[in-house]
């Protein structure tokens, strides 16, 4: 056994299975192609197609072999409370899909473990599935003691895909760290919950199909499922405890130490925070580069809790302004070799990141002011569990940070309740991910993929040709297989040729028709619902089609040349914007059609006027430079080397296709484009907005859609100047002046309402002005038909003529929505006023609710009839 770095461990895995025969495959993305999965949690997602036999191996190949970029944070919380737990981490894996099973696995497991990495023989303790005698007599002929074999049962050493279909016996090999690491039980073996036995390879056998009955039938293939967390092996070859004195992990470790000054090691206080900014920095660049941007619900939620945990952790240890950065910089070095993906998005991590801490600052003083207001408003010594649990959700606040801050002020926390909200939300999370990887099984509906095995892929002609001859495969309608379609019926057809572009990467699909002799149909659109497989969604308009039919497959060849002009124009924007506004910009989803184009875009602020009119510039300055458009395939790595860009969280095979604006950009693309850029006429950008926390979106139009757009924008500037009455060129001017002048006469009437107010309120306060017990000044009165705006306007017409210490608590009906309003000077709130306070006992009066500050706040409710009650309440409280 010597000294392995990460590095050197991940390669000789790879090395060695590529030795045996499996197929080297990259990571998968993080976003999972399967729907019921949040993100990749396990090596075997990205090979479902193959253990479902919808995907095959090309001889001479074996089986696969990976190492898999994961993220699982189901238990988030415990992660940095010990050395084991990862939100990030690689595994290790190979596969089989029924051509190696139980013995090669087993002998080329052994063989790794003691001759590639040099563990030693009795280190290695084996655990079996308790009725799987097999696999224990193929341990026993590779050498190993019957004493390091140990039988477990169904919970731990059998796999199950769901309550039926795949599922088989696994066997897990563990490392014996050594009894001083135990618990000192003579009994202590594999399966024992103490750190002795360190379970670091899990081979899972399947090789059988789940019953409704619970009985077992076997699979036609045996399939091998493996993972070998390479952080935990990486911990045994690198003689320590704990991943985060692993070579990668402690890297970024020492990180931690340098920015706090702190180290690690001598505190655990101290050390927790370390290791969850260490871990957490991980899964923030990978899901950041996967596509993943942060958001308030699935991905982006998970991925703006890391980086909030993170940055709060960063706060502990007295960390100043934005830190994350530095950790970023670090991953990219060491980890960016292995992972192309996040050297490429540097830019954009960073933005992003920093983005989010400077966010997540204005929200940390929002989690204080909330917090000050729930103590303010404490009629006893215990801050509520939910309240805490708010602040630990919504504004990042871990408990302990809740409890001193309350401790400040001789507050505890019902930590109690606090645990029950916590639990309630570790069920949400393992609900909304579905438990685990193989939670995946169980969804999948194969009727298409029958389809699909039955009458082969379609092969796609619609690149150089708008019609093809065809034969019809397949006929669907209402979800079911037919043999016919006729008049006035919809449905789906199959052909092994055709014209007809599928919906895929933001274009949409191509209409037209499908004829022969007996009918014709219309379509509307084309899809493919599994890949290779085209579907065309039809009305059939006359006669019948039928499987076996010899037909013509023809396009909308107009709508087609719209779809390809937006398409290229799209490219050509993509490649403007990143000139204007910086590489950090990213695709981030598309919509191509004849009419118009939608594209979406990483950026963190609003793109100005003079932005966008430098992008157009650019961008028609390429089209009508009548630039060629040239497309080839090529593969990924020699793509990726050659500067071409890929999508932002775009998935691709190892055979890529080029879209090549000659001189001008490269994209990978498997759209239709045009040939020269000239053709697209020009294109005009027609909306830019947010969608969301740093993205963008730009809406335009091209050719005769753009020429159509600006004739409706001059028919609307020369509507106006005829309005105006004054020449076309002068309407600027003519309606700033206008509007000027509207303002002026807004402000006079304004000060003349206010003027009236005053006067009308002075009755009002010569009425109703009360002396609180506490001493100060008070008006508690009812004045109808006034808004927010309106209540708050009295208030400063009152104390401008009141008592320094004074208060004020208005209520209205304006219209129909009952309002209620308190406010106090700061010598009031000083003799015990407390307008947040009082809203919030009062508010239940209208069924409302509402807060605010001690020196002012409002409520709105739903309840106009309890409006005197709201009053009367007030008076009892102050008077």
Known sequence: MHYMTTAEIREAYLHYFEEKGCKRMPSSSLIPDDPSLLLTSAGMVQFKPYFLQQKHLEAPYIGTTTVQKCVRTND????????????????LGNFSFGEYFKSEMCAWALDFSVNVLGLPMEKLYFTVFENDDETIEIWKDLGVEESHITKLGEDDNFWRAGPTGPCGPCSEIYFDQGPEVGCGSPDCAPGCDCDRFLEYWNCVFTQYDGQEDGTLAPLPK????????????????????????????????????????????????????????????????????????????????????????????GHLLNVEGAFLGSFVDNIIEVMGPVYPEIVENRELIHRVVLSEEERFGATLRQGRTFLAEELDALSGNMLSGQAAFTLHDTYGFPLEVTQEMCAERGIEVDT???????????????????????????????????????????????????????????????????????????????????????????????????????GRAAVSDTKQPEKGLYMHYVRVEEGTLSQGDAVTASIDVLRRERIRRNHTATHILHRALREVLGDHVKQAGSLVAPDRLRFDFTHFEGVSREQLDQVEEIANRIIMENHAVNTYETSLSEARESGVTALFGEKYGEVVRVVDVDGFSKELCGGT??????????????????????????????????????????????????????????????????????????????????????????????????????GYQLLAVRIDNMDAGALRNSWDIFRSHAEPACACVFVSLNGETPLIMAAGTDEAVEAGFNAGALIKKIAPAIKGGGGGKPTMAQAGGKDASGLDEALSLALQELM
């Open 222 to 313: 045996k399939n091998i499922d493996t993972g070998m967390g390479l952080e935990r092996i990486a911990a045994i070859m690198q003689g320590v405890q704990s991943n985060f004195d692993t070579d990668v992990l402690h890297g970024l470790i020492q990180v931690g130490e340098r920015l706090s000054g702190k180290t690690y090691g001598e505190d655990e206080a101290v050390d927790m925070a370390l290791r969850v900014m260490a871990d957490h920095a991980r899964s923030v660049t990978f899901m950041i580069a996967d596509g993943i941007l942060p958001s308030n619900e699935g991905r982006g939620y998970v991925l703006r809790r890391l980086l909030r945990r993170a940055v709060m952790k």
């Open 416 to 518: 109690k309740e606090f645990e029950e909200c916590m639990q309630a939300q570790r069920e949400r999370a393992r609900a909304a991910t579905q438990g685990d990887a193989e939670a995946a099984w169980s969804t999948y509906d194969g009727s298409m993929n029958a389809i699909l095995e039955e009458v082969g892929a379609t092969e796609f002609c619609g690149y150089a040709q708008n019609e093809a001859q065809a034969t019809v495969k397949a006929l669907v309608r209402d979800g079911q297989r037919v043999t016919e379609l006729h008049a006035g019926e919809e449905g789906g057809i199959v052909l092994d040729v055709t014209p007809f572009y599928a919906e895929m990467g933001g274009q949409v699909g191509d209409t037209g028709a499908i004829f022969c002799a007996s």
């Open 76 to 91: 988030i919380d415990i992660i940095g409370t010990d050395g084991r737990h990862l939100s990030f981490f690689e595994m």
């Open 673 to 774: 484009h045009v040939s020269n850029t000239s053709e697209i006429g020009f294109v005009k950008i027609t909306v830019e907005q947010s969608v969301g926390a740093n993205l963008r979106r730009i809406e335009a139009v091209s050719s005769f859609d753009a020429l159509a757009y600006m004739h409706r924008m001059e028919a609307e500037l020369r509507a106006t100047a005829a309005e105006l009455n004054v020449p076309l060129f002068d309407v600027n001017e003519r309606t700033a002046s206008t509007l000027a002048t509207l303002k002026d006469l807004q402000f006079k009437n304004k000060r003349a309402r206010q003027a009236a107010a005053a006067g009308s309120l002075k009755q009002i306060v010569d009425e109703n002005l009360k002396r609180a017990k506490a």
